[in-house]
């Protein structure tokens, strides 16, 4: 490693410690005080002029001497605070771009979640109704887990009570505001539930991430419900 390199790991770590609101604190002290220095040295440089004293003269070349290096130092400090500033922003809004990016775009089922409720409900095989809010992209995304268990041999039962009827046939699935998703089951299938929940949960995912299970023995019927992102 050449001493660059470590000598600016050092610096970052260093840094790590603060904050950025602290981070720009720092960078405007360290500016004012760098122009501070620069006043310095203009000082240094006009008392070297020969009208002056000899000893008036040294103390500028002294002056001069201390400026030059404390303003070279507080130079590398903050240009190493302003990257440490610029890096943390990038990260800041790169993290909210993928946010943004995720809330706007639809919930799908990748191929391994597919794979592992089709694993799930082939070891199981029971009855269930589907809850979902009724807006579209959380309607799209509480059907396609619906459709993946009743391909591999899961019941699929409409909403008692009425619901939200699927043009095409589909059984009617109840209305939902939850802004999460849920397995309710029957402590009998407790075991099932919290397998479904593995399969759909994915923590990368704003609206995968959370996925609850809740066990009531009130539950007559395992109930798959489809909250929104948020």
């Given at each position: 490693?050449?001493?660059?390199?470590?000598?600016?790991?050092?610096?970052?770590?260093?840094?790590?410690?603060?904050?950025?609101?602290?981070?720009?604190?720092?960078?405007?002290?360290?500016?004012?005080?760098?122009?501070?220095?620069?006043?310095?040295?203009?000082?240094?440089?006009?008392?070297?002029?020969?009208?002056?004293?000899?000893?008036?003269?040294?103390?500028?070349?002294?002056?001069?001497?201390?400026?030059l290096g404390i303003e070279t130092a507080l130079g590398v400090g903050l240009h190493a605070v302003d990257d440490e500033i610029s890096s943390r922003q990038r990260t800041v809004i790169a993290s909210q771009q993928r946010t943004i990016e995720q809330l706007l775009s639809p919930r799908r089922l990748s191929s391994k979640q597919r794979e592992k409720l089709?694993?799930?409900?082939?070891?199981?095989?029971?009855?269930?109704?589907?809850?979902?809010?009724?807006?579209?992209?959380?309607?799209?995304?509480?059907?396609?887990?619906?459709?993946?268990?009743?391909?591999?041999?899961?019941?699929?039962?409409?909403?008692?009570?009425?619901?939200?009827?699927?043009?095409?046939?589909?059984?009617?699935?109840?209305?939902?505001?939850?802004?999460?998703?849920?397995?309710?089951?029957?402590?009998?299938?407790?075991?099932?539930?919290?397998?479904?929940?593995?399969?759909?949960?994915?923590?990368?995912?704003?609206?995968?991430?959370?996925?609850?299970?809740?066990?009531?023995?009130?539950?007559?019927?395992?109930?798959?419900?489809?909250?929104?992102?948020?």
């Amino acid at each position: 490693m050449y001493p660059s390199e470590k000598h600016r790991k050092t610096n970052l770590v260093t840094l790590a410690i603060f904050d950025i609101a602290a981070l720009e604190l720092l960078s405007s002290a360290i500016f004012w005080t760098y122009m501070g220095a620069a006043v310095c040295v203009v000082i240094g440089i006009y008392w070297e002029k020969e009208e002056f004293s000899k000893e008036k003269r040294h103390k500028g070349w002294l002056l001069l001497l201390w400026a030059l290096g404390i303003e070279t130092a507080l130079g590398v400090g903050l240009h190493a605070v302003d990257d440490e500033i610029s890096s943390r922003q990038r990260t800041v809004i790169a993290s909210q771009q993928r946010t943004i990016e995720q809330l706007l775009s639809p919930r799908r089922l990748s191929s391994k979640q597919r794979e592992k409720l089709a694993a799930v409900a082939a070891s199981s095989k029971l009855p269930f109704v589907l809850m979902t809010s009724p807006d579209a992209e959380t309607w799209d995304f509480g059907m396609s887990i619906a459709g993946v268990l009743k391909e591999n041999g899961w019941d699929w039962q409409p909403f008692g009570g009425g619901g939200l009827s699927p043009l095409d046939g589909r059984p009617a699935a109840g209305a939902t505001i939850a802004d999460h998703m849920e397995i309710q089951a029957s402590p009998e299938n407790e075991a099932v539930a919290h397998s479904l929940a593995a399969a759909i949960r994915d923590p990368a995912v704003i609206g995968m991430a959370d996925v609850r299970v809740v066990v009531d023995q009130r539950i007559k019927i395992t109930t798959v419900i489809a909250g929104t992102k948020r």
